[in-house]
């Protein structure tokens, strides 16, 4: 840490330290920048390894990609698709939807509009960040606990997409938190001297204002959901998803399926599994893609 | 705070609307905060059915039933305990599907869970700070607005991809070829191909946090260290790395929580076989792991396996807790520095 160099040590400077002081920073340059390249070389990796098994699934196994999409899960892996774990995981990411958004937002919104700056107020704050470092695992077991064998829903969709809606919600409330930061206070200050009250300032001058950030985070959040397996196949997901699910049914989803294809030990499934994948990761992008096209058309400066 | 406009409702508004608009404010308020209440309720309701379903495996019956059952009896029920306390703590073999002698140490679940967590760190630690520094100090503005994003890309990979990562391409691809040249063989599941995805899966974090502390450091101290004729790499070690270590510190506490939590690329990297070992080639099976395997298996409510669920997340729990604890408390000294 404290090393300083002691180069300089000698009083005057000569040609030959400063060469060394110059490839020390040249190789120290080298080193951090190949440091920072590692992590997306390994992204391109990953990709490459995904595209890769997938190639070799569709064109030397022969998986057909309309079967794959079309139909349920299967014993034989020619015959194995992916569609009631899709469906499974919209039926998921919309129940998480309306589940985390209001409780978030209203939640951010009391935080940063209303809250009084006390103890209690710090403290549940305090709880916030502590709950975003909880392992989504715990949700799993939470909700299998409470809403499975508590209130015995059973290993339904509806108490897979509790799990996930707990899990992402300290996500929407910081974004949503950040977002009503944002804007300017001069903003409240001038709807509250009209004779507003706080509600109708929050209605309808500060949550407009604050909306594209809000919604930005909450698709960010729902991209993590959409992801998530752990909670799943505790909450008791089917890993084999047959049957399209609706909210009150056992329920698959793409994560759960694409877990049980990689576990098996027959390799065909490894292909499938990153069939699976490639299908996951086109709609995180699309998702990441949604999100950013609205932080960048709908956000104004104020 | 809130009462501003009832003092004077202003021209045109009659005091009952205004009366009324207040009146929906504070109901508001009172729905808003019940909404927040809901957080620090799940924190409760984690803790309740954690250690409610953890006494369920010591004993015979979950704590809420015992409860109900001696309350409705009015007398102290008496309790069978199943598991003895020591065993779960310091017994060496966790094996709970045994037919005659089922054990249930978790130092075995612990063990694996730390072992991948510390590998991790190797990985993420270095390579996530060595990062952070290239971002904040070295990177042109251009550089440094795609290369952050790319990064943190990293973080939005799904772990289960990260898990398949690692059967499909880290171990046969990249550590099987190395290994054999040293005359080591490695199975397809191992510790060090979860070792490695849990590390990269975790650099955005280090390398992200790390930079805003960085980036922090006011850049008074960068100038003056110049003008004493210190290089680039000199700034860079001396002064910003020192200047910043409470944000790098608290970065990788984060780093190394998420490590411990991380439940689908380590049950698919490492495996689902308990052994208490040190070894990087061996099959392990991690707290998470072993919850997601059992849960595959589907346990009955009551029966000692699912109880021993939540025995283990609860263990689980608490150290991901005391993580982020450290965490916040070198957060918040962290900016007293820099206000």
Partial sequence: MATVSTDTDSGVLSDADLRWVKRKEVLFHATLFLASVFGVAMLGLLVFDVLFETAVGVLVLGIDVTTFLTSGASRDWERAGFLPAIIGSVWLVLLTLIFSFFLGVSTATYLEEYAPNTRTVRLIEANLTNLAGVPSVVYGLLALGVFVNGLRLGSILLAGSIALALLVVPIVIVASQEALRAVPSGVRDGSLATGATRWQTVRGVVLPAALPGIVTGTILALARAIGETAPLIMVGAVLQARQTPDPFSLFGSMPTMIYYWAFRPITEFHNLAALGILVLLTILVGMYGVAFFVRNRYERRL | MSTDATTDPGPGITGDVAAADQRRDRLIRRVLFGCTSITVLTTIAIFV?????????????????????????????????????????????????????????????????????????????????????????????????????????????????????????????????????????????????????????????????????????????????????????????????????????ASYILAVSRAIGETMAVTLAAGATPTLTANPLAEVQTMTAYMVTTMRSTAGVGSITYQSLFAVGLVLFLMTLVANLINDYIKRRYREVYR
Avoid: C
């Fill in chain 2, 49 to 249: 059915v954690l250690l409610d379903n953890t006494w369920g495996f010591f004993f015979d019956a979950t704590f809420s039933q015992w409860l109900v059952r001696s309350v409705t009896s009015l007398t102290v029920e008496g309790l069978t305990q199943r598991i003895a306390v020591t065993e779960f703590l310091f017994d060496t073999e966790w094996r709970p599907s045994h037919a005659d002698d089922p054990r249930f140490g978790i130092m075995t679940l612990v063990s694996a869970t730390v072992l991948i967590t510390v590998g991790a760190a190797f990985v993420s630690i270095p390579i996530g700070t060595a990062a952070a520094l290239y971002l904040s100090e070295y990177a042109s503005v251009r550089t440094r607005k795609y290369l952050k994003p790319t990064l943190e890309v990293l973080a939005g990979v799904p772990t289960i991809v990260y898990g398949f990562f690692a059967v499909s391409f880290v171990t046969p691809v990249l550590l099987r070829p190395v290994l054999e040249l040293f005359g080591l063989s490695i199975g397809r599941n191992n510790v060090l191909s979860a070792m490695v995805v849990v590390g990269i899966m975790t650099i955005p974090m280090v390398a992200s946090i790390s930079e805003d502390a960085m980036r922090a450091v006011p850049d008074d101290l960068r100038n003056g260290a110049y003008a004493l004729g210190a290089s680039k790499y000199e700034v860079s070690t001396s002064v910003v790395l020192p200047a910043s270590i409470s944000g790098i510190f």
